[in-house]
């Protein structure tokens, strides 16, 4: 953990997640202190010298004190008291401790989303130079006998150890747990628990990767090494505290792009319903209003800009669960807004593989709507598909039958912040 003789705040060291983090962001991370984790955690250049950059900087700061081991083994309750989208202030409640890392077919860590080739690739290397973990990945669990949580609220009667405020204001306090009774509790209640990925899929499969790279040679079976474990952060999926926002999907750029030929290709699948922008209220607002509708009446929708003014709307026509369009799509997907945007308007329609959804090459992703539309105003895209979130028990049912929604189809708010604990692979001097 960072000291708090040498980093009496908090605040200044922290940063969201690696990957939702803007070039303008890290900027301004870097420049807001030297020993910011944004300086290991996306170092600048080109590999391989970003990698060993990070890690000799990783590095200085455990040797001048930066960077501190604890004295004992512990998990940390954490604290997340925020508001967004002009929903009421919540607080979310979960616990930060070592994962086993799990093969796939286990079934016990359960992944929804497919990966990119990229980040895991660039996650993996980072890891590797590092050796060390930098951020807990984001997991959910059950606890319909509330036995987890009470144990956690606990630690809420006495003053929070460490805490931030990250730049949307979100209050994140942090509580150390060493007591092994409690330690032992909170261990017990979760180890025979699903556990279901909500963020950190690349750095998941980065770890088993990196793991089996550093296992000894010939061993056929998990050791006792530190390349088993890897930090996590869980919390109850049914918490009132938790919030999934909507993942929309920006098409960059594709050769021939024209959208009234979009919507003509989509016409056969989906409903088309056009509408003008009005002007007392925001254009993400009003599109919003008309996805949230349409889920209401369970129905999928996407919402696409073109650049105009007004949007369209694509509206699943009765029975296209059950349409040849969708054929080879199980289940439990077929009814994600998500599912049918990328099998129906960006496959179908638009010719985009899904190998080359997956390449981030086309497709940008972001949680803010009006950002979204502004880089189609500006010429950076050529048009924003803006979606409804997708709830927790869809989350859960696709990765308990063991199937990936496409890339980035939640957006778990608010992130847990990289820096607040860190778990390295080698002891300190080593």
């Not at 929804?112 to 980040?119: K, L, R, S, W």
């Not at 180890?191 to 899929?201: E, F, K, M, S």
């Not at 638009?350 to 390449?359: I, T, V």
Request: glycine share 8%; net charge negative; aromatic share 6%.
């Amino acid at each position: 953990m960072y000291s708090s003789a040498r980093v009496e705040d908090l605040t200044r060291v922290v940063a969201p997640p690696y990957d939702v983090i803007s070039a303008e962001m890290a900027a301004r991370l870097r420049a807001r202190d030297p020993h910011n984790i944004v300086h290991v955690d996306l170092p600048e250049g080109a590999p391989p010298a970003r990698y060993e950059r990070a890690a000799s900087l990783l590095r200085q700061w455990r040797e001048d004190g930066t960077l501190v081991r604890e004295e004992r083994p512990s998990l940390y309750v954490v604290a997340q008291r925020y508001a967004t989208r002009g929903m009421p202030e919540r607080t979310r409640l979960g616990v930060i401790g070592c994962l086993r890392i799990e093969d796939e077919a286990s079934g016990v860590v359960l992944p929804h989303e497919a990966t990119m080739d990229a980040p895991r690739t660039d996650r993996l290397e980072l890891m590797a130079a590092t050796r060390c973990h930098l951020s807990p990945i984001f997991l959910l669990y059950t606890d319909p006998e509330r036995t987890i949580t009470p144990l956690l609220e606990a630690a809420l009667n006495r003053p929070a150890d460490r805490w931030a405020t990250d730049d949307a204001g979100v209050e994140t306090r942090l509580w150390r747990l060493a007591d092994p009774a409690v330690v032992e509790a909170l261990c017990a209640g979760l180890a025979h628990r699903p556990l279901w990925i909500a963020d950190g899929h690349h750095r998941y499969a980065a770890a088993r990767l990196l793991r089996d790279r550093l296992r000894p040679h010939g061993s056929g079976s998990a050791g006792p090494g530190p390349e088993e474990l890897m930090p996590a952060y869980l919390t109850d999926a049914d918490s009132p505290g938790l919030t999934i926002l909507p993942y929309h999907r920006v098409l960059r750029e594709l050769d021939g792009f024209d959208v009234e030929r979009l919507v003509s290709g989509v016409a056969p699948h989906m409903e088309v319903k056009r509408f003008a922008f009005e002007g007392y209220e925001p254009r993400p607002a009003q599109m919003a209003r008309r996805l949230h509708e349409m889920s209401d009446r369970g129905r999928q929708a996407i919402a696409l800009y073109s650049g105009s003014g007004s949007f369209v709307l694509l509206v699943s026509s009765p029975g296209l669960a059950e349409h040849e369009a969708m054929a080879g799509v199980p289940g439990p997907l077929r009814g994600l807004d998500v599912v049918v945007l990328h099998r129906i308007v960006l496959e179908k329609a638009l010719g985009l593989s899904e190998e080359a959804q997956r390449s981030g090459g086309h497709l940008a992703y972001t949680e803010d709507a009006a950002r979204a539309l502004g880089w189609v105003d500006s010429g950076e895209a050529r048009a924003a598909f803006l979606l409804n979130a997708t709830r927790a028990g869809q989350l859960r049912d696709v990765s308990s039958a063991g199937l990936r929604m496409p890339q980035k189809s939640t957006y778990f708010y608010p992130k847990i912040l990289t820096g607040l604990v860190l778990y390295p692979l080698e002891p300190d001097g080593a």
